[in-house]
C-alpha cells in the first residue's frame, strides 16, 4: 500500500476519533447545563434533604451532574428488587454532593447494583494453615472502576438521616473518589494549590488519635469502622464532613479545613 493512502488514512481515523471526542464533549456540556424537572427536584429533596441546605450558587451544578451520572450509570436490582426513579434520584444526588463543586468525576463507573437490604458477601481468611471462606452481612461495596453495590434499606435511610453520621452511599462514593488517584489508600487527587503535605499530616493525626480512642473505648465523632484503614478513615470522615460538619469543625480543624479545600465546600456554614 502507497504510504500516502496510509498516512491519509491515519489522518482520518484521527480526525474521526477528535470528532467523536467534540460531539461527547459537546453532550456532556448540555447534559451538565440542564436541570432537573420540578418532580425530580422535590423528589431529590424529598428523599436527600441536605440538598436543602446547599447554597445557591451550586444547586445549579448539582442537578447537571445527577442528570450526567444518571445518564451514565446503569442500576440494576438484584434479588429481584425492581429499581425505581426514586432509587435512582436518590443515590444519584448523594453521589453527586462529593463532587458537586469539583472538576472530577466518576468517569470510569457505569454501574450500581441494588439489594433491597444488607446482602451477603465472601471474604477468605487466613490462620496461617487453613483458607477459610466467611460469610458477611454487608451495607455496601465499591470497586475501583465499579460496580458499587448498595444496600437500598440504608442508602434509603443514610439519605432521609442527614444527621446521624451515617451514610452508605457517601461513604462508597468516598472510595470512589479516593481511587480515581489509582489507589484506594486515603490519598484523593488533591485540589490545585493544596500540599500532600498538610493533607497527610491532618489524616494521618487524625487517624492515629481514632484508633487510639477505638483502642480505648473511646467515643468518637467519626464511625469507629474508620479506625480499621486509612481508606475506611477517608470515606468515613467524608461521611462525618457532610453529615456533622459543626462538630467536625470543632473537634477536628485541621481534618475539616482539608476536606473542604479537596471537596471546595463549607457545609459547617449553610443554613
Not at 447534559?31 to 444547586?59: F, N
Not at 446482602?119 to 458499587?148: C, I, K, M, Y
Request: a negative charge; hydrophobic letters at 45%; one cysteine or more.
Amino acid at each position: 500500500m502507497a504510504p500516502w493512502i496510509i498516512l491519509g488514512t491515519a489522518l482520518l481515523f484521527a480526525a474521526f476519533l477528535l470528532f467523536h471526542r467534540h460531539l461527547k464533549q459537546r453532550r456532556r456540556e448540555r447534559i451538565m447545563a440542564s436541570s432537573l424537572t420540578p418532580e425530580q427536584r422535590a423528589t431529590v429533596e424529598r428523599l436527600v434533604p441536605l440538598v436543602r441546605r446547599l447554597p445557591a450558587s451550586i444547586r445549579a451544578s448539582l442537578e447537571g451532574k445527577i442528570n450526567l451520572f444518571l445518564d451514565q450509570i446503569t442500576f440494576r436490582g438484584q434479588n429481584g428488587l425492581e429499581v425505581t426513579d426514586d432509587m435512582r434520584l436518590s443515590i444519584a444526588a448523594q453521589a453527586c454532593l462529593l463532587i458537586v463543586n469539583s472538576p472530577v468525576w466518576y468517569d470510569t463507573l457505569r454501574n450500581v447494583l441494588i439489594y433491597p437490604s444488607a446482602f451477603l458477601t465472601n471474604r477468605n481468611t487466613h490462620d496461617g494453615q487453613f483458607v477459610h471462606e466467611n460469610s458477611h452481612a454487608t451495607l455496601g461495596e465499591s470497586w475501583a472502576r465499579g460496580p458499587v453495590i448498595l444496600s437500598w434499606d440504608h442508602a434509603l435511610h443514610g439519605g432521609l438521616d442527614a444527621e446521624d453520621g451515617h451514610n452508605v452511599v457517601i461513604h462508597e462514593f468516598a472510595h470512589q473518589l479516593d481511587g480515581l488517584s489509582g489507589h484506594t489508600n486515603g490519598i484523593p487527587l488533591l485540589r490545585k494549590g493544596q500540599a500532600y503535605a498538610g493533607w497527610e499530616k491532618a489524616m494521618l493525626d487524625a487517624f492515629q488519635d481514632q484508633v487510639r480512642r477505638v483502642e480505648n473505648g473511646q467515643s468518637t465523632l467519626i464511625d469507629p469502622y474508620g479506625a480499621t484503614s486509612h481508606q475506611e478513615f477517608f470515606a468515613e470522615a467524608i461521611v462525618t464532613f457532610f453529615e456533622r460538619p459543626l462538630a467536625m469543625r470543632d473537634q477536628m480543624p485541621a481534618l475539616y479545613e482539608q476536606l473542604a479545600r479537596l471537596l471546595a465546600l463549607d457545609p459547617a456554614q449553610w443554613d
